[in-house]
C-alpha cells in the first residue's frame, strides 16, 4: 500500500499533469484521508456473487471548481496492485442520493476495478439533493441541481480516471459504469453526453424520464381519490396474489413467475378478482415480503370489491388524462401495489390514501420550489399529473429528463451498454426502459426496417427485461424468478473478450421450483420467452405483446423519447 504523502503527490500529480484539469478544479492536499484495508470481505448482493480477500486503499479527498470555492468529496476504493484488473468504475445512487457508499464501491473491487463515488457537492456522502435543492422558497439551486443532473458523476469520471492512470502508472485500463434506479439514471446522464469516456456500462431500472416518473408516484393514489375507493393493502395484495396464478402459465410454465407481463395485461383483467376472500392479520411490518406499507395496519378481511378492482385495472393501464388520451405508462401486472398503499386511521376506522415519498417531495421541491412535507391530494386530477409531468419536462429538459436518444458518441467509440429492468417493477415501470430502447432504435436507425433497426441497436446496446424481477432485486413474491446477478461480468465480457450477450445470464437467487442458484438465460428485447414443456425456454416475437410496451402517448404534445 502506498503511504499518504506519495498518495497525495499521485493525485496532484495526476490533476496537474492535464493542463486542462488544472485550470478547472483545485484540488485540496489537506482534505486528503487513506487507509489501507486487508483481507476485506464482500457479502453477496443481486449486484454481484461476493468475494473475500480483498486488499484496498480506501482514499477521499475534496476538490473546488476554479471561481466556486464549492467543496466537492471524491471517494476512491484502489485494489492493491496486484488485485487490479485494468479497470475503472464509476457507481452512482439511487432516489435523490449520487452515491451509494460503500455499497457501490464493493462492485468495483468485485472486478479487480478503481472504483469512485461523489457526493455532489450536496456536503457530505450522506446528504442527498433534497437537503441542497432549495436556495429559498421559489429558488432553485442551479448549480446542484446541474451536479446532480450530469456534472458530478462526469468530474467523477474524470478525475478517477486520472487518478487511475497515476496510481496504477497504466494508461491501459478500461473504463465502466454501474447503476440501478437513480444511479441508472445517472450512468444514461453520462452515455447520452460524454459517450466516449466509458468502454461499457450496466445499467438498472434507470429513473430517467424523471419528469414523468416521480409525478407518477402520485398517480395509483390519484386513482383511489378519483374512484373514491380506499382498498386496503391486504385487498391488493390479494388482487396482485391472484394476478400471480392467473398470469403464470402464459409463459408455458407453471413455476409462480410470470414471465410474460405482456401478455398478462393483454388476458387478464383484474375483475376477475371480485368476490375473492381475503384476509390478513394486524401488521407493524410489510405484510408481503418486499412491499409496503411498513405502518402499522389492523386485521383485514373481505372479499375484494368492484371497485377494488377498478383501481387495480386503472393502476395497471396507466394514466390518461380527461380526453381519453394517454400520457403516461404505468406498473405492470404483478408489480407490487406499493404506491397505492393506503394508511389506515384509527380514528374513523377507514383506510385514507395521503401523498408520501418521493412523488411529493418532487412536486413541492422541484416544481412549486417549496419546502413542504404536505401535498392534499383532494383536489389532483390526472390533468394535474399530466400537467405536472409536462411542466417538469420542459423545466428540467437538460438536467433530470435523461432521454436523449442519440448515443452516437457511445456508439462509434465502440462502447457496450446492457440495460435491464425488473418486468415487476412496483418502483419504476419496466416500460419505461422499452420506450427509451425503441426511441434510441428509431433514432439512430431511421432508415433501417424493424428487423434491421434492432438487430443493429444489438450490435452494442441490448435490453433486457428480467421476469418477476422487482426494483433492481428479485420480488420476493416470485422466488423462483432469475436475476442477472452479474451484470457487470456480462458487459465486461463483451468489452474485453468480444463475447456478444445474445441471452443474459441470470441465476435464479432463491427457490422452491427449481433448485436456488439454477442458471437461467434471459432474452434479449424486443424478444420474449415462452417456455415449452414447463421445461425449455425459447425467445419469441410477438407483435400485440410488443405494442403494449410502447403505447402512443398522444397526451403530449412532444415527442417523449
Ligand atoms: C482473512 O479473513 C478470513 C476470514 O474472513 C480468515 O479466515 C483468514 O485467516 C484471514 N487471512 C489473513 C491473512 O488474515
Ligand atoms: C473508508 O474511509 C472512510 C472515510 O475516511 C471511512 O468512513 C470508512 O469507514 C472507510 N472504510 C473502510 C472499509 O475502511
Ligand atoms: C471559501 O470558503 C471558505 C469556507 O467555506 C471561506 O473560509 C473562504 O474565505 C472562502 N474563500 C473565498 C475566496 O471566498
Ligand atoms: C399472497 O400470497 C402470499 C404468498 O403466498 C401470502 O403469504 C399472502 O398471505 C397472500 N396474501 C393474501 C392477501 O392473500
Ligand atoms: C375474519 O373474519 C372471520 C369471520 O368473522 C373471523 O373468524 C376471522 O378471525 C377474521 N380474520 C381476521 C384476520 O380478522
Ligand atoms: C388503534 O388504537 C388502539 C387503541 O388506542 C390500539 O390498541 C391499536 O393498536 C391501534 N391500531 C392501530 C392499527 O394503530
Ligand atoms: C369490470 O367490471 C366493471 C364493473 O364492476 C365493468 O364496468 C367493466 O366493464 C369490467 N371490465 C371488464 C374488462 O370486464
Ligand atoms: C418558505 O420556507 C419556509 C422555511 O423553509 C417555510 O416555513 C414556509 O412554509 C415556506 N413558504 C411556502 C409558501 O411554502
Ligand atoms: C379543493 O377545491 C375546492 C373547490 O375548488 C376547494 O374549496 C378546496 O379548498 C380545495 N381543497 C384543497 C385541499 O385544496
Ligand atoms: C454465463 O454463463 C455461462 C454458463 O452458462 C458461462 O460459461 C459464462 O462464463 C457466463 N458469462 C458470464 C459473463 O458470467
Ligand atoms: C414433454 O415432456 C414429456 C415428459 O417429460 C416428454 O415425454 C415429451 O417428449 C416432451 N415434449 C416436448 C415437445 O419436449
Ligand atoms: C407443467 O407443470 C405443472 C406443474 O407441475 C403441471 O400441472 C402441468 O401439467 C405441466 N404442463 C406441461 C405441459 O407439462
Ligand atoms: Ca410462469
Redesign the pocket.
Known sequence: MMMLLSISAVLVAGVSASATLANVFSISPTSL?V?P?TN?TIAPSPLYAGKSGLDFC?V?FAYSHAGLNDTNNL?FWLPSPAQFQNRWLTTGGGGLSITSG?RGLSTGLVYGAAAGTTDGGFGGFSNDLSSVLLLANGTLNYEMLFSFGYRAIHELTVLGKEFTKSYYSTSKFYSYYQGCSEGGREGFSQVQRYGSQFDGAAIGAPAFRQAFQQVLHLFSNVVEVTKNYYPSPCELEKINNDTLAACDGLDGRLDGVVSRTDLCKLQHNANASIGKKYSCDATSSPSFPGGRPSKRLPAANGTVTAEGAAVAQQIWDGLFDSKGRQAYVSFQPTATFDDAATTFDNNTGKYTATASGIGLQYVNLFLKEINSNSLPLANITYDTLRNWMLEGMQKFADTLQTTWPDLEDFHSHGAKLIHIHGESDPSIPSASSAMYYNSVRKIMYPNQNFNQSYASLQEWYKFFLVPGAAHCSPSPGQPNGPFPQNVLASVIDWVENGVDPKELNATVLDSSYVSTGIDQKLCAFPLRPLWTNNTTMGCVYDQASLDTWTPRLDSIPLPVY
Do not use: F
Request: aromatic share 24%.
Open positions: 484521508t487507509n484495508v476485506y480506501n477521499t471517494w460503500e
